[in-house]
């Protein structure tokens, strides 16, 4: 998966045309436990970068998920809604949480790639 | 000090293992200038017959609702309560336990707390209900909160048949949000049209069933107004009894219902505490307030429960959280609970139908004496017009040893039109006697 | 291992005493019930044809059988009568029976709120009295008596403050609060229309000042503090931190969840706070309920007095009198709305007294002097096998973290779970967040040297078995409570949250 970028807030992104998809990082599923429930934003929202898109639930803990980009909800992943296990089980694959219509690729300036994330994470201690 | 149980020696002793000087030097983080030299100005220690006496002497100024005929409702109705439900929750494993968040030594509360929600759910004719809240103004006013989270929408309409208090404490929960608040006047005459104020920024309505006056109306038509136009429809109940003979807000289309439990399980209690009911839809549990207790099984696979869903609470969410609440109402839950379960189905129907009964055999009799009531419909409770004042009445016969009602200018003091109106409310704890003794003061009135 | 290791060995399932009870929904038995109430005679009936029909679902037991189940439910639940309950801001004291006692007088618990005034006097008297003894116990001039919960009166307190800040036309943006504050601080600025702004401890488990002092401005309506604070410390700089929110025109919240550590030694109108709730269920004794009632009553400086809610009780020309209502409020007061139906937790109004009365002002004095002593000889008899998170003297209550299992594959949680075989109630864990893995203790003024004793022994004894590799044990713990560890996971995947009959069905057709 190394066409994958990250951000500082543990979410991956991966550009397809003017689509990315967003979801969590591996690092990210571990530290929030077994996930129940993720509320996932309406198709058709604007997001702005840095905004509140999403929330994934854990037993003990719920947390944001920011739009890495700004942009439109084209798409989000209604299996998540059956199944919340998938973000534990496949975090970069089948857990994926929604897709935006990118306005500005300038955005993703500044992501970083796999390895630097993976150094990030270490880092974090 | 009987609460206390460190001796002087064990005092010294701890102070010598702590290496501390004395109790005072452990206040030392406390600034010099704010720490008081000795007790403050208040009686010293009492005995527990001097405590008894003094607050005995207090309780007998009052008059209690049981020791006269008692015709008071205005959302709080005065039931029989079996003997066995207050021994049980002075058990000290209820009384004196706390939240239920170890739950592996806390599965008899988890479990009554199941047993509740599920009996509430029952009741209400809705999917699911919560572990319950303050009373049912609060609860009223939580579900205010709730809509506009689920519908994103700001505005709420107030039927003119919700108790002033349902819509002073949601008025003030919403204050200092965006949310404009539509309260009708008083619903007196039973016309309001309130489908004419539903508007597209409409989050709820909320309505109460049986109303204010007693009233009761098919609340469908307001439920498919509300699903029209994209707004929930709140139900407010101040009596819950009623629901062993009404049809269910469930099942005319409610969204939520903010009830008062109150009616069974627990005494009058002055005002408070009171329970309050929480209940709505399956797809809207996780927009739902206070907490809950959902079934699960343990490593050994059995069956037990724990408190779920909470990361929708403050503990939690935080400034995120559906409401800020913490505690919920939990022994008067139990009480509401053990209640329920000596009534089952048919003590539940048989103690609402003979609360109708009684209701009707006082309103006949007050048609015999000339005496006017305002309601087609009723279930226990009926608003009277008097041919003065109901007040300065209601205090003349109080002083004659009859609670006759509560006069709707108590709730309404700004509206000339309650000034004549007296609130009837009539239980199965209303003899034949006292119902003669009331028609017999109103009489006079009238 | 997996679960078969803990079979019960018994036909019934039973363990002598503990019996495993089903749901009341289980135990039906159609036209059954535990009540005997009259024939209704036949009336024509004026519900407007909206009579329920159909089954409403409610199970049929009689009353031997009722009394049998929430007997044996209330016998599967930990409580203060039955052992130590050390939970950390909680305080868990002994509830004393005479408060049970004296709430059940007719004259107290069989009154109808809205009864004439005249016929309520003793009641309207009592609630005044106790108000009274709150007002000289803080030293504060008004008191609201209506919330009905501290998350209640932390609205109210918060409610009043933006309507006093409002009528001078300044409403203000953001609130206050330490990062170590309870979530129901956010979730109540929330609630009152504010964004919140987290300020950071310094190293000694205090708010830092200069952190405080530079993050108020023009735009901060309150700061929310809890004193002393949710790491168990007194706020040393409480003077400093009250000037410098008056200094920006803000007001001062203070969180009375702790007051057991100081009251009738220090008063929090000393300390320059405008409004602080009390928590009558931890203070003063009234009991927890497994989770309620509770009852909030917010003391409130001058600058705030006047915007109170409704209703309050006032001495008239003939006795007591409830002011119910805007009109009825005598100028300067402009109350800024209501918190619930009726006038307040008079229940626990009645049990918090009998406890005060029970104490008077030396008791009170001494409880407090005892809860601080109790839970110093705690962090004394236990820094060396617990890693304690700040320095001592504490207050009422000590902060432990996690640092002590480190390495062990011990976490908080498994130390929790085992202490619960050793028969007690775990401390609060996780709270608060500002250490790692927290443990916070309360042991209160009711518990004997003898119980701390008991309950320091047993803890030194787990920590040695965590150190010395045991790791297994404590993951497998608890194995003696009536419950082992629970599947929180699959309650909040798959929410099963009433009875539903349709189950029966199904699992007949399994």
Known sequence: MSDLKYSEEHEWILLEGDVVTVGISDFAQQQLGDVVFVELPTVGRRVEQFGDAAVV???????????PVSGQIVEVNEALERDPEL??????????????????????????????????????? | MRYLPLTEADRSDMLAVIGAPSVDSLFRDVPESVRLAGPVD????????????????????????????????????????????????????????????????????????????????????????????????????????????????????????????????TETLLKFLDSKIDAMPADIDGTEDIVSRIGADTACVIVQYPDLFGR???????????????????????????????????EMGADIVAAEGRSLGNPLNFGGPYVGLFACSDRHVRQMPGRLAGETVDVDGKRGWVLTLSTREQHIRREKATSNICTNSGLCALAFTIHMSLLGEDGFRRLAALNHVKAVQLADRFAAAGIEVLNQTFFNEMTVRLSGPAAPEVDRLAAEGVLAGVPVSRLLPNDDRARDLLLVAVTETATEDDMDRLVAALTETV | MDGKMTETGTYTGNRG????????????????????????????????????????????????????????LSQKNYAIDSGFYPLGSCTMKHNPRLNEKLARLPGFADLHPLQPEATVQGALRLIDTLAHWIKTLTGMPAVAMSPAAGAHGELCGLMTSRAALEARGDARKRVLVPDSAHGTNPATAAICGYAVEAIPLNAHGRVDLAALKSALDGDVAAFMLTNPNTCGLFEDEILEQAQAVHDAGAFFYCDGANFNAIMGRVLPGDLGIDCMHLNLHKTFSTPHGGGGPGSGPVVLSDALASYAPLPWVVHGENGFRLVEHKGDAAAPAVPYGRMKAFHGQMGMFVRALAYMMSHGSDGLRQASSDAVLNANYLLARLSDVLSAAYDGPCMHEVLFDDHFLKGTDVTTLDFAKAMIDEGFHPMTMYFPLVVHGALLMEPTETESRESLDQFVDALRHLAARAKSGDAEAFHAAPIHAPRRRLDETAAARHPVLRWRPEKILNEAAE
Request: net charge negative; proline share 7%.
């Open chain 1, 87 to 125: 973000v534990n089980r496949s975090p970069t694959g089948d857990g994926w949480f929604m897709k935006i219509r990118l306005g500005d690729p300038e955005e993703l300036e500044g992501l970083m790639d796999e390895a630097e994330y993976a150094d990030f994470v270490a880092s974090q201690g």
């Open chain 1, 57 to 67: 639930e854990s037993v003990k803990a719920a947390s944001e998920v920011f739009a």
């Open chain 3, 17 to 72: 005493l503990r019996i495993e009870e089903p749901l009341i929904f289980e135990q039906d038995a159609p036209g059954r019930s535990g009540v005997d109430l009259p024939d209704p005679p036949p009336v024509q009936n004026r519900l407007g044809g909206l009579d329920r029909t159909g089954v409403i679902g409610l199970p049929g037991l009689s009353e031997p059988q009722v009394v049998r189940h929430y007997t044996r």
């Open chain 2, 216 to 250: 009761v109306r098919d609340l469908q038509p307001v439920a498919d107004a509300c699903h029209d136009a994209g707004a929930l429809l709140v139900v407010a109940m101040t009596e819950i009894v009623a629901l062993g003979a009404l049809r269910s807000p469930g």
């Open chain 2, 42 to 169: 208040l009686p010293a220690h009492q005995g527990e017959l001097e405590v008894e006496c003094a607050l005995t002497a207090m309780a007998a100024e009052n008059v209690p609702a049981g020791s006269v005929p008692f015709f008071l409702g205005a959302g709080a109705y005065r039931h029989h309560v079996p003997a066995s439900v207050d021994h049980l929750i002075q058990r000290g494993e209820f009384l004196t336990s706390y939240t239920p968040y170890q739950p592996e030594v806390s599965q008899g509360t988890l479990q009554y707390l199941f047993e509740f929600q599920s009996q509430v759910a029952l009741i209400t004719g809705m999917d699911v209900a919560n572990a319950s809240m303050y009373d049912g103004a609060t609860s009223c006013a939580e579900a205010a909160l709730m809509a506009r989270r689920v519908t994103k929408r700001p505005n709420v309409v107030l039927s003119g048949g919700l108790h002033p208090h349902y819509g002073e404490t």
